[in-house]
């Protein structure tokens, strides 16, 4: 029977370059009656529901000691504390003098603080960013399923799958991508400005898209989940949910680049290992070329009571 299948199938590829024809033999589902109950099981055990999953944000205190966890910044700690404690054993006849000499950490100590709070300020940002993607999902779908043939019925879109018939109509938010195999009205025109940054609705028709490169802005045939029906009625096939859509995969790509550094951290990683050598190389040096002098009253060490 249409829409029962032993074992489930992994996504169309392309499925703009395909007719509708082949879209709907690839899935193995008839338009007018939709998937069976034991298909749709299946296919949800394989891609899961379809929704975009919930980011859960770091602690504040956490995003706070990322901040610190970089060796230029550990060098600069390291400076600021080093220069409050020779400040604080250092002898200073004028008060203006012990005041001058707290002011060399107290600024590097207020520079990193600064670079902490810019950093948790961008890192809160982004995380709102990715959240702010569920924001688009709709909460419910219209489906035509073989429990039901040829009645559309209302579902959670969660729990659509790859395969699906499903119905949008002006006013609808588009609940997963879809492949369009009718058109009820004149004309279908969706409002896709949240994924293609378009700033007019655009046209959209049943035919095949000759180019398999093509972006999205060029695939008429599709509809992207969160995007709005600005007017028309359609069907098609559910041919991508959750993160297996455009939408999801946008969340993926922020969550990756979130986690990667950019080429200019690498390089100012790359500079704090080199100046950190330096560092120690210079320190090593002066001891040596001074450590005959340890001993000597004019040079060595005062005792401090």
């Given at each position: 029977?249409?829409?029962?299948?032993?074992?489930?199938?992994?996504?169309?590829?392309?499925?703009?370059?395909?007719?509708?024809?082949?879209?709907?033999?690839?899935?193995?589902?008839?338009?007018?009656?939709?998937?069976?109950?034991?298909?749709?099981?299946?296919?949800?055990?394989?891609?899961?529901?379809?929704?975009?999953?919930?980011?859960?944000?770091?602690?504040?205190?956490?995003?706070?000691?990322?901040?610190?966890?970089?060796?230029?910044?550990?060098?600069?700690?390291?400076?600021?504390?080093?220069?409050?404690?020779?400040?604080?054993?250092?002898?200073?006849?004028?008060?203006?003098?012990?005041?001058?000499?707290?002011?060399?950490?107290?600024?590097?100590?207020?520079?990193?603080?600064?670079?902490?709070?810019?950093?948790?300020?961008?890192?809160?940002?982004?995380?709102?960013?990715?959240?702010?993607?569920?924001?688009?999902?709709?909460?419910?779908?219209?489906?035509?399923?073989?429990?039901?043939?040829?009645?559309?019925?209302?579902?959670?879109?969660?729990?659509?799958?790859?395969?699906?018939?499903?119905?949008?109509?002006?006013?609808?938010?588009?609940?997963?991508?879809?492949?369009?195999?009718?058109?009820?009205?004149?004309?279908?025109?969706?409002?896709?400005?949240?994924?293609?940054?378009?700033?007019?609705?655009?046209?959209?028709?049943?035919?095949?898209?000759?180019?398999?490169?093509?972006?999205?802005?060029?695939?008429?045939?599709?509809?992207?989940?969160?995007?709005?029906?600005?007017?028309?009625?359609?069907?098609?096939?559910?041919?991508?949910?959750?993160?297996?859509?455009?939408?999801?995969?946008?969340?993926?790509?922020?969550?990756?680049?979130?986690?990667?550094?950019?080429?200019?951290?690498?390089?100012?990683?790359?500079?704090?290992?080199q100046l950190s050598k330096v560092i120690s190389v210079i320190c090593v040096a002066v001891w040596l070329i001074n450590i005959g002098h340890f001993n000597d009253p004019v040079h060595g060490e005062k005792k401090v009571y």
């Amino acid at each position: 029977m249409t829409g029962e299948s032993s074992t489930t199938k992994s996504l169309l590829d392309h499925p703009w370059i395909r007719t509708k024809e082949e879209v709907a033999k690839y899935y193995d589902v008839q338009e007018d009656i939709g998937l069976s109950e034991a298909r749709i099981r299946q296919d949800f055990e394989k891609y899961g529901p379809n929704e975009l999953p919930a980011e859960e944000g770091k602690p504040l205190w956490k995003l706070i000691l990322e901040q610190f966890n970089d060796l230029l910044v550990k060098i600069l700690l390291a400076a600021a504390c080093i220069s409050f404690v020779l400040a604080l054993f250092e002898e200073h006849k004028e008060d203006h003098s012990l005041v001058a000499a707290f002011v060399e950490p107290l600024v590097i100590l207020l520079i990193l603080i600064a670079n902490a709070t810019v950093g948790v300020w961008q890192e809160r940002n982004a995380e709102s960013a990715i959240e702010a993607l569920k924001e688009y999902e709709p909460e419910i779908a219209k489906v035509i399923r073989q429990n039901r043939p040829g009645h559309v019925q209302k579902i959670k879109a969660r729990e659509l799958v790859p395969g699906d018939i499903v119905e949008v109509a002006v006013g609808d938010k588009v609940p997963a991508d879809i492949r369009i195999t009718t058109i009820y009205s004149a004309t279908i025109r969706v409002d896709q400005s949240l994924l293609t940054g378009e700033c007019v609705s655009v046209i959209k028709r049943t035919d095949p898209v000759s180019d398999a490169r093509a972006v999205n802005q060029d695939k008429k045939n599709i509809l992207f989940s969160g995007t709005n029906i600005a007017s028309g009625k359609c069907r098609g096939i559910v041919i991508g949910t959750g993160l297996n859509s455009e939408i999801g995969k946008i969340q993926t790509v922020m969550t990756e680049t979130e986690e990667e550094k950019t080429p200019l951290q690498q390089k100012l990683d790359e500079f704090s290992e080199q100046l950190s050598k330096v560092i120690s190389v210079i320190c090593v040096a002066v001891w040596l070329i001074n450590i005959g002098h340890f001993n000597d009253p004019v040079h060595g060490e005062k005792k401090v009571y």
